[in-house]
């Protein structure tokens, strides 16, 4: 049984293959990686271990936070964007590609209409909110781009986007929801999520990675949250904020 918190803790010094949440995990929302945790995680890199990058937003974001992504040495790390999927190998090479049919978005756009026409959201600005990502749409409950201070303030513990998914339940045959990043409710295909396609990348013949050489680092591993489906496809560690998550990875470096 792979735990999370309160059961035997991973030991991280001897996996392989490091999977890492972005929002939260390696960077404050919407902001660039801090030098320090890059440095980091190319380390890990030169220490011989893989890094992966997993998060709800796309690769135009995953290259704002990681500029060095596939330009610089050590920098080489795969990607599972949109969820996992869109998934990029350490070279930058699409991997998969698992877009929403019409039909998928349309259901979803319909039922956010449905929430927005019902609720009233007060925020900066009413055109911010929906994100069509390909993969996946992503719907915020105060703005994609808000400044992150502000974002960081709307809903910490999740419990209005909990509240307001147990008013207005999401019910389909073909598309799931989940609370995602910092403010955001992420839709993909249904089973879709970042425990499956983390268990698809994984048994990629030609990577030849090991379920036991791998670990994922996520801030929201708790029931409800983002990481959550990650628990019980590879061993899960669970970090504060990027500040608990250098503590961690610095663990590893110096072991
Ligand atoms: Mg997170």
Redesign the pocket.
Request: charged content about 35%; proline content about 0%.
């Given at each position: 049984m792979k735990m999370t918190t309160g059961g035997t803790e991973p030991n991280l010094a001897a996996k392989r293959h490091f999977f890492f949440?972005?929002?939260?995990?390696l960077a404050r929302s919407h902001t660039p990686v801090e030098p320090s945790m890059r440095e980091l995680l190319q380390a890990l890199r030169r220490s011989g271990r893989t890094v992966t990058v997993v998060?709800g937003s796309d690769l135009h974001y995953i290259k704002q936070s990681i500029p060095c992504l596939w330009s610089e040495a050590d920098c080489d790390f795969s990607a599972l964007a949109q969820s996992g999927n869109m998934a990029y190998d350490a070279q930058g090479s699409v991997v998969w590609e698992r877009p929403l049919r019409e039909e998928q978005k349309r259901e979803i756009l319909g039922y956010v209409a449905r929430v927005r026409a019902a609720e009233r959201f007060d925020v900066p600005d009413e055109g911010d909110l929906v994100q069509d990502r390909g993969s996946q749409v992503s719907f915020s409950i105060y703005g994609h781009n808000a400044p992150v201070g502000e974002k960081e303030t709307v809903d910490p513990d999740m419990s209005k986007r909990k509240a307001l998914l147990q008013k207005y339940p999401f019910v389909s045959q073909d598309v799931d929801v989940r609370i995602g990043?910092?403010t955001t409710f992420d839709f993909f295909a249904k089973g879709f999520n970042k425990g499956r396609n983390i268990a698809d990348f994984i048994a990629l013949p030609r990577f030849g990675w090991k379920e036991e050489e791998c670990v994922y680092l996520?801030?929201?591993l708790e029931p409800g949250?983002?990481?959550e489906t990650v628990v019980g496809v590879i061993d899960t560690k669970a970090v504060r904020d990027p500040a608990d998550c250098e503590r961690v990875v610095r663990g590893v470096l110096e072991s």
């Open positions: 949440d972005v929002d939260g995990t998060t990043g910092t996520g801030d929201r949250g983002n990481d």
